[in-house]
């Protein structure tokens, strides 16, 4: 499965990217939000791991930037944030593509189930 | 301001017409009194002469005596003065109508002639010296009858007068009684008039100042709402900016909490699982969990620290749902099968009823947790006692859980339910525990519209109960103090 993981933490990416190619997925790791959408429009994703709390260009920009075209038709994003959960400003859950949010710290299990449940196969 | 009356010329009319009517009246009545008093004096002063006059007759007809005669002289010339008074007296009543009046006249000139006569008569009498001059007294007698009968008449003249006098005097006397009475009338309706008139003029003053402070009052208070308006806003701006400051506060607390937490723990993971082809020696393999451990206590407690924040700003959700209490308990002890197994606490389910609740199963489940998980921590080892019941109460369920642990000694079942209370600093060294997990039930329970409370004894064990609901309620806000 390609997976694209946005975070600015390089700490989690390390571990988060590793533990994913373990588990035998395609893994690209992106630390920057707008490199992670430049990322995202020129290459086709299975999954999207999404960091909200990215300093210059948020995760929730990097939805907005996305959906504004109608380029995420197919993409699946997981939002994966320490921010509570009540404070998560994001509108379009439906229609951007967001199938979960998940608040960290989280289980890597957890992770994984929660990415094959949402992932559909690229085309 | 104090205004004083002024007189009218309505007054001045009545006042010019009282004194018009009033002063003749006065007059005449002065005049009538006095004429009647000289008619009254006369009379008398006639009957006395008319008395002498009739004792000189008695006794120059007994003595006969030539010097009694003399003394009748002397007499005579009193009765003479009498008359002359007399006279003089009603000619001066005023007006002159009893002068003038004829009858008044001819009987005076009577008397008059009369006395002459009767004079005469003694004077012979005198001269003669005779007292057997029968002739000298048969005038004497014949006088003396003549003049007493015209100072009768002139008396019954003056009867007559006062009567007539009287007459007149009723009627005048009354008219003046009535003007006078009216006056007063009029004096006392006029001071009356005047003194209501300072009266209204002075509560129209009063209420000239009380208008004045009430316009004051008014605009001192438009002034104080205005301002105390302003600070309001301006506080509830200071509130709602303090409130955001907050929720950023939290939520960066959170994120800058959590955000390495989940590094620690990822890494744990990683290499804690030896399919990740690690070779890691037992003691390694302990440390790693004692991380991990840490960590995932940690998290609990950064957790906690969140839910009894929102409990304090009153901010706590819900989602309630129509749910079996039994069927609810039975998922719930299953969680906890395992850690009991482990533990050897004899584990026991109490439901006496099935009844269908409108709550929120997280929140019951989150107060539930925590009660438990503190009755785990505190019974015996090996020889646990832990059961959880529920049974209806009223309009509410109550949850109840009871163990055989150490107890609480009944001086600090109070502060169980405070912040950061611990029993004893021991205990938390030996149980572990921050001191927020009973703060944070009786948080949830109250906004549910339920009270928690315990029931123990030192070496005893303890039992906590909570209720909640069985119905539909208004979440209450609950001003929490933790």
């Known amino acids: 499965m390609k997976i694209l993981l946005v975070d600015d933490n390089k700490s989690i990416t390390n571990a988060l990217s590793k533990f994913l190619k373990f588990k035998g997925h395609e893994c690209t790791v992106v630390n920057d939000g707008m490199m992670g959408l430049s990322m995202c429009l020129s290459e086709s994703f299975d999954v999207i791991l999404l960091d ?33 959960i009540g404070t998560i400003d994001i509108e379009k859950k439906g229609k951007s593509g967001i199938c979960q949010v998940l608040q960290k710290p989280v289980g890597l299990d957890v992770i994984l189930k929660t990415i094959q449940e949402v992932s559909i196969p690229a085309e | 301001m104090r205004s004083h009356p002024s007189i009218t010329r309505k007054q001045i009319l009545f006042c010019t017409i009282f004194f018009s009517l009033g002063t003749p009246l006065v007059i005449v009545l002065i005049n009538a009194y006095h004429t009647e008093d000289i008619i009254h004096n006369s009379q008398t002063q006639l009957i006395n002469v008319r008395s002498l006059t009739e004792d000189i007759a008695f006794r120059s007809l007994s003595t006969k005596d030539s010097k009694q005669i003399s003394q009748v002289i002397v007499d005579l010339e009193i009765i003479k003065n009498n008359f ?11 007006n002159g109508n009893i002068a003038q009046n004829s009858k008044f006249q001819d009987t005076f000139t009577s008397i008059h002639n009369q006395y002459i006569s009767y004079k005469t008569s003694i004077d012979l009498i005198e001269k003669n010296n005779d007292p057997d001059n029968t002739n000298g007294f048969s005038t004497f007698y014949s006088s003396v009858n003549s003049f007493v009968n015209s100072q009768n008449n002139l008396l019954d003249f003056l009867e ?85 400051q907050k929720d950023e506060f939290m939520s960066m607390i959170t994120h800058e909490l959590k955000t390495p937490l989940f590094s620690i723990e990822a890494y744990s993971e990683l290499l804690s699982d030896s399919a990740f082809g690690n070779k890691l020696s037992d003691d390694q393999k302990e440390s790693i969990e004692e991380i991990y451990k840490n960590s995932k206590n940690l998290e609990r407690l950064i957790g906690d620290v969140l839910e009894a924040q929102k409990i304090e700003m009153q901010r706590l959700t819900f989602k309630k749902e129509y749910f079996h209490v039994s069927s609810f308990i039975t998922d719930f002890a299953k969680c906890f099968k395992t850690i009991m197994d482990e533990k050897n606490i004899d584990f026991t389910i109490l439901c006496k009823t099935d009844l269908m609740i409108y709550s929120d199963k997280e929140r019951l489940n989150q107060v539930l947790r925590n009660i438990i998980i503190n009755a785990i921590d505190f019974v015996p080892k090996g020889k646990g006692k832990i059961e959880l019941g529920i049974k209806e109460q009223g309009d509410n369920v109550v949850f109840y859980v009871k163990d055989n642990g150490i107890g609480i000694p009944e001086e600090k079942q109070d502060n169980l339910f405070k912040k950061f209370y611990q029993i004893d600093t021991s205990i938390k060294r030996k149980h572990g525990g921050n001191g927020l997990g009973l703060v944070i039930c009786k948080g949830i329970v109250e906004a549910m519209g339920g009270k928690i409370w315990v029931e123990s004894q030192s070496g005893n064990g303890s039992t906590f109960y909570f209720t909640v609901p069985k119905t539909k309620t208004q979440i209450k806000v609950i001003e929490s103090k933790l």
Not at chain 1, 76 to 84: G, N, Q, V
Request: charged share 30%; glycine share 2%.
């Open chain 2, 84 to 94: 002359n008074q007399m006279e003089e007296n009603l000619r001066s009543i005023p």
């Open chain 1, 52 to 84: 909200l709390a990215m300093p210059e260009f948020s995760g929730k920009e990097f939805i907005d930037e996305l959906t504004k075209d109608g380029k995420i038709k197919k993409q699946r994003i997981i939002i994966l944030t320490a921010m509570p």
């Open chain 2, 160 to 244: 007559t007068m006062e009567i007539e006098i009287q007459n007149f005097i009723y009627p005048v006397a009354i008219v003046f009684v009535v003007v006078v009475v009216s006056a007063c009338f009029y004096v006392i309706f006029t001071v009356a008039k005047w003194r209501t008139r300072s009266e209204i003029s002075k509560l129209e003053s009063q209420k000239l100042k009380l208008e004045k402070t009430r316009t004051l009052i008014e605009t001192k208070y438009e002034e104080l709402f205005r301002e105390s308006e302003g600070l309001v806003k301006k506080q509830l701006e200071e509130h709602k900016q303090v409130e955001k």
